[in-house]
């Protein structure tokens, strides 16, 4: 008998992932009656406690979190403090406490306790191999936008920049590179990108080797 491969991502991460990106661009009305029709369908009794407007935890509502946090999971790292989670969406202090990420080891690879968290490490995986490059560029880029505001999702712009930053954007192969990224990377320059369950896990393990102690010489 097979057994199923347990990842990283939880399903309900997911869920809420694809909720909040079908409903994010539609008024209040009609974000409300897409739930309410989806609610009766699945015969859920939704609570006012269980109704929070999806802004609220996408933009890192601390009651809300501690009340879905077990006691056991208040404190992401023992050496993590409040101010250094502060800005950090509910959704991603989840699943830094998933992995044993703290808000420490992962201030070395983006800029924790500002407004936009963004990519900031001084080099990226991938040596001079532009390819490999841009596939860390990308990957480290949804964790920055997934830390942030719970969604790993960023613009074609902010790919390029951050590519040409980091010397691996490669114009002439630029779309053939992100093809080879089709499983973990999904959309295109006008809708912008978004990693997959799949590209977050890669992205994990880019994180954990990062903060992998280095061996002496």
Same mark, same amino acid.
């Given at each position: 008998?097979?057994?199923?491969?347990?990842?990283?991502?939880?399903?309900?991460?997911?869920a809420?992932?694809?909720v909040?990106?079908?409903?994010?661009?539609?008024?209040?009305?009609? $974000?409300?009656?897409?739930?309410?029709?989806v609610s009766?369908?699945l015969?859920?009794?939704?609570?006012?406690?269980d109704?929070h407007?999806?802004?609220?935890?996408?933009?890192?509502d601390?009651?809300?979190?501690?009340?879905?946090?077990?006691k056991?999971?208040t404190?992401?790292?023992?050496?993590?403090?409040?101010?250094?989670?502060e800005?950090?969406?509910?959704?991603?202090?989840?699943w830094?406490?998933?992995?044993g990420?703290?808000a420490t080891?992962?201030?070395?690879? &983006?800029?924790l306790?500002v407004?936009?968290?963004?990519?900031?490490?001084k080099?990226v995986?991938?040596?001079k191999?532009?390819?490999?490059?841009?596939?860390?560029?990308?990957l480290?880029?949804?964790?920055?936008?997934y830390?942030?505001?719970?969604?790993?999702? &960023?613009?074609h712009? $902010?790919?390029?920049?951050?590519?040409?930053?980091?010397?691996?954007?490669?114009?002439?192969? &630029?779309?053939?590179?992100?093809?080879?990224m089709?499983?973990?990377?999904?959309?295109?320059k006008?809708?912008g990108y978004?990693?997959?369950?799949?590209?977050?896990t890669?992205a994990?393990?880019?994180?954990?080797?990062l903060?992998q102690? $280095?061996?002496?010489?």
């Amino acid at each position: 008998m097979k057994k199923h491969l347990k990842t990283d991502l939880d399903p309900e991460i997911i869920a809420i992932s694809a909720v909040y990106t079908a409903l994010k661009d539609l008024n209040q009305d009609a $974000q409300n009656r897409v739930i309410n029709y989806v609610s009766a369908k699945l015969g859920l009794n939704r609570s006012q406690t269980d109704s929070h407007n999806l802004d609220d935890s996408e933009n890192g509502d601390d009651d809300d979190y501690q009340m879905q946090t077990p006691k056991n999971e208040t404190d992401l790292s023992h050496k993590d403090t409040g101010q250094e989670l502060e800005g950090i969406s509910p959704v991603a202090r989840k699943w830094m406490l998933r992995n044993g990420l703290s808000a420490t080891a992962l201030s070395n690879t &983006f800029s924790l306790g500002v407004d936009e968290i963004d990519l900031v490490a001084k080099t990226v995986p991938g040596g001079k191999n532009k390819k490999e490059k841009m596939r860390s560029v990308f990957l480290l880029k949804g964790v920055a936008a997934y830390l942030g505001g719970g969604v790993a999702r &960023f613009t074609h712009e $902010q790919a390029k920049e951050t590519c040409l930053h980091y010397d691996a954007y490669d114009g002439k192969n &630029f779309a053939t590179y992100l093809k080879g990224m089709q499983s973990e990377v999904s959309g295109n320059k006008e809708t912008g990108y978004q990693l997959s369950a799949r590209g977050l896990t890669s992205a994990t393990e880019i994180l954990k080797q990062l903060n992998q102690p $280095q061996k002496p010489s």
